[in-house]
């Protein structure tokens, strides 16, 4: 058994449901500590986070990454427990296998291997691994990156082990993700009988106007990097339940994921404009969940393209597609940051699964990337 499997089938047999950690990142700093890292527990209420330096100076390269897994879903939909790993078929089943116990595994791996050929090497390493990344993300990386600016602390380069690729490892690497703005709006109607509607106000009549208009704008086209901008409404909620009872209320979820062609300011500010005319009773709460990056060709992405290349032979995407990631919240340090992880097909699934042999492979990348970017 590869040392990369096996730390993997160790991490996986933790139940570390987010927010729990359940002792990985001991098991982490326990063997990040065994060659010469520096960790620091950095707990924010219920969220464990640490973060692990070796070296000195720079420039530091760091590996990002959660310990924290989504819930099961229904067990008996899984053909194994799925906190007890299991190799089937080439295949490592469990709970975090892909997202992202594997990635979390490499990364140690690697650094253990990169460490062994080359004590000296210039610059640092450093660790940056939460348990809130499936949460809410509220306590994890963002507070530790808060901390880290306090220090001082200026991160170069990152990589996040999230899984990025869609068909083989390496054939797709994020460089950058849509921002994200979530609004919560309230229109107020006014209740009563359905056989008097004069006598009441239907907030849902009311407010369809305003929410046909909002789902037909044409936000910006996006750009080389980026789809155009897209609004999306995902809950609805009014009434009262019964069939003769014209609501008092509405409620309406609505989501953007934005390109780097517009900000969150521009887009409060369109909505709102709109709602102004259409002289709603309403209010209208907002949370931003991450602002959009991007990193551009350079020596992060070409060191990780060409370490994909020698060790796989695939030829690398760059793309900007999907959700949001911890990312969001290391690159405003000025950090060039990529995502670089495993098949992302069984992602939250039942029988979620990575390949052993992607495991080892992806061991190998950061460990090169690392000869590329630390080695004088």
């Not at 950058?176 to 849902?204: D, E, F, T």
Request: include cysteine.
């Amino acid at each position: 058994m590869s040392e990369t499997l096996e730390l993997a089938k160790d991490l996986i047999s933790r139940a570390s449901v987010t927010p729990e950690d359940a002792g990985c990142q001991t098991l982490m700093c326990a063997r990040l500590q065994a060659i010469g890292f520096d960790c620091t527990s950095l707990p924010f209420e219920e969220v464990s986070n640490f973060w692990a330096t070796r070296g000195s100076g720079g420039p530091l390269l760091i590996f990002a990454g959660h310990t924290d897994v989504v819930p099961t879903g229904p067990l008996d939909e899984w053909n194994t427990d799925p906190f007890t790993p299991v190799v089937r078929n080439g295949m490592l089943y469990g709970r975090g296998a892909a997202d992202m116990k594997g990635s979390l595994a490499a990364m140690v791996t690697a650094c253990e291997a990169f460490v062994a050929q080359h004590p000296d090497h210039t610059g640092s390493i450093g660790f940056l691994i939460t348990s809130d990344e499936e949460g809410p993300s509220v306590n994890g990386t963002v507070k530790v990156v808060e901390h880290l600016q306090q220090q001082g602390i200026h991160v170069d380069w990152c990589l996040v082990g999230e899984p990025s690729s869609s068909e083989q490892l390496g054939d797709v690497i994020k460089n950058g993700r849509r921002g994200s703005l979530n609004g919560r709006l309230r229109v107020q109607g006014k209740q009563g009988h359905v056989a008097y509607p004069q006598l009441a106000a239907n907030p849902i009549h009311l407010a369809a106007p305003l929410l046909a208009e909002l789902a037909a704008l044409e936000w910006d086209q996006g750009n080389d990097h980026f789809p155009p901008t897209s609004f999306q409404i995902s809950n609805i909620n009014s009434g009262t339940g019964a069939e003769n009872v014209i609501p008092g209320s509405l409620e309406v979820q609505f989501n953007l994921r934005y390109s780097t062609e517009l900000s969150d300011t521009d887009i409060r500010q369109r909505i709102h404009a709109v709602l102004n005319r259409h002289n709603l009773d309403h209010t209208l709460d907002w949370r931003l969940s991450g602002k959009p990056f991007l990193t551009p060709a350079g020596e992060l992405v070409d060191a990780a393209r060409e370490s994909i290349r020698e060790i796989t032979g695939v030829r690398t995407e760059l793309s900007t597609s999907g959700g949001t990631s911890d990312g969001r919240f290391i690159a405003p340090m000025g950090a060039q940051v990529l995502e670089l992880g495993p098949v992302n097909a069984t992602i939250h699934q039942v029988n979620e699964c990575v390949s052993v042999q992607a495991l080892d492979q992806l061991a190998d990348i950061y460990r090169r990337i690392l000869e590329k970017l630390l080695i004088a």
